[in-house]
């Protein structure tokens, strides 16, 4: 089989969120079971110049987009054994970051047309299965099937749709239709792109692909719900048999307690004594009591709405009376980097708030920390749980997406569970389950034992990638 992975970002090259480590690790896994995997990206300013020296020129070629002929290029690089394939064009992509400018819908309508453009200057490789991930490539699928729908390098190939998170979605003015997209009026109607009075990209890849996947069976669920569909329930529901959830994984090699080198000290569920020398070393350097013994709780997250901070902010005083220690790390909105940043002062014994991103801390974080907190208000995979119970660090979650999926509550009268959860999106409720985990804290045999039981699962991709492969082969 021949997929060609369609992203807006990809690890090692550019990387904003999830979407990003999902590209390299998921392509990695499946070259692993033997499919001819490749991924395509833009090729942005911000991609590190000893990457960009070494991509080689397969192809220049023109990309209509609406009236403009826009060049494209086509350039390769092979890393870890994944071939990664670049769209070019400075006009468009030469800008710091990746997204976030007011040209947005215009850039994405180009890198939709140029990888299709792209697919006809490949050489001995024409997929099988395009495989799309989120709005910015969601028009792929609509482009292929008007634009394309005469040139047999496409007649059989099939398409992908994979929701990351169905709240982004990329809607932008009617206009897009005829001037960026070179598509008629007809495509304005519900059953295609027509979203209130815009067009919607993601519905490109909600309507017209072949098959629709999330990253999670229980947030494939919920989103045909009118709670978790942001307005795309129904169409979701119209085509639930086409949809179905594949839980992300992590990359087990990146990410590993007993080799990773931004760890100072490293462990497995044989040598917890080490995990707790990270533990000490890390209060030390965020001015925290230096204390094996006291219970701390681990927090990488954006600070958004979203992540359930508004529960934290209800209960934050009765949290910081507990006997523990609060460890923040993330940027976000105003309201809860101000929220963090108070408390930290008030209780600098307490909470210790850092108000940036920094991987080597999140690492340590997850190495130090005894429990790891997500009250997520939705979460279609998450992965801060995952990196959690690979580094013994339980999480503590509300039951919402992939966080249910992953995460067991530990039961007390059978022994199983590998962390602790609430149904309701209620302060109080988050605030019960965090004292009972603190409560079997205090029993260091029977926590060593949960703590164990979680590093010992299988979080990797391999799993999924199988999934994946099945999935792929029904297309076929």
Known sequence: MKILFVSSEAHPFIKTGGLGDVAYALPKA???????????????????????SKMLTLSNFNVPVGWRNQYGGLQYLEYDNIPFYFIDNEYYFKRPSSYGYGDDGERFSFFCRAVLEGVNHMIDFTPDVIHLNDWHSGMIAPLMKEHFKDNPRFNSIQTIFTIHNLQYQGVFPKETLGDLLNLSEEYFSED???????????KGGL??????????QSYSEEIKTPFYGEGLHGLLQVRENDLCGIVNGIDTELFNPSSDKELSYHYDYNNLAEKLKNKTELQESLNLPINENIPMIGMVTRLASQKGLDLISHIIEELLQQDLQLVVLGTGEQ??????????????????????????????????????????????CGIGQLLALRYGSLPIIRETGGLKDTVQAYNEYTNMGNGFSFANYNAHDMLFTIKRALSFYKDKNLWNNIVTRAMMEDNSWRKSAEEYKNLYASLL
Request: aromatic share 16%; proline share 4%.
């Open 30 to 52: 499946l070259r692993k079971l033997g499919i001819d995997v490749r991924v395509i990206i833009p090729k942005y300013s911000d991609i590190k110049e000893e990457f960009k």
């Open 207 to 216: 309507n017209f692909a072949d098959k629709i996947t999330t990253v999670s």
């Open 192 to 202: 295609k792109l027509k979203y209130y009075d815009s067009v919607s990209f993601i």
């Open 335 to 380: 309201k809860y980097e101000d929220m963090f940043r108070y408390y930290s002062a008030i209780a600098p014994d307490k909470l210790s708030a850092n108000i940036t991103f920094n991987n080597t801390l999140a690492k340590r974080i997850y190495a130090a920390s005894d429990l790891f907190l997500m009250p997520s208000l939705f979460e279609p």
